[in-house]
């Protein structure tokens, strides 16, 4: 994803935000599962596909739920939190290997794990803070999963 402006002015925004980051997220692993020769790796993608489905689910259910509209027009407490410098990715050649791939991969989710975390402190005190908070375990439980898979099926093949 572009690390474009994240000088967020409602949480409308921050959501609205985070539900295209989840559509880009399951779009990657969808876009490259297919790719990957491991078949424990392929199937670790297709779940994470469907996890990070389940993840712009609950972010579009926050969005359109009524109890959450006052508070939509909040202002983030912070203004900058620098999260552009979470938000890496490299575009995958077309011949990426498995290890590219999961590489990628464990960047991103660590990047989304960030980029909640900091939405987390941005929201300080705004029921939005808990939503975040999961979110972030979520990512770095994706995370994590990827680099045991990464150290079984990369690492010990080289």
């Known amino acids: 994803m572009d690390n474009q402006n994240m000088g967020f002015k409602s949480a409308r925004e921050v959501l609205e935000y985070a539900i295209k980051r989840e559509q880009f997220a399951h779009d990657f692993y969808e876009q490259h599962r297919d790719k990957l020769a491991d078949l424990a790796a392929r199937q670790m993608l297709r779940e994470l596909a469907q996890q990070e489905i389940e993840h712009k689910r609950r972010l579009q259910q926050v969005l359109d739920d009524r109890r959450y509209a006052g508070g939509l027009a909040q202002r983030p407490q912070r203004q900058d939190l620098g999260i552009a410098r979470y938000l890496t990715y490299d575009e995958l050649a077309a011949d990426a290997t498995t290890q590219d791939v999961m590489i990628a991969a464990i ?52």
Do not use: C, P
């Open 107 to 158: 960047k991103f989710e660590e990047g989304s794990a960030r980029f909640y975390d900091a939405l987390k402190a941005m929201f300080e005190g705004h029921q939005l803070a808990e939503l975040f908070d999961w979110l972030v375990n979520e990512e770095q439980g994706h995370k994590l999963r990827l680099e045991r898979l990464y150290d079984e099926h990369i690492l010990t093949d080289n």
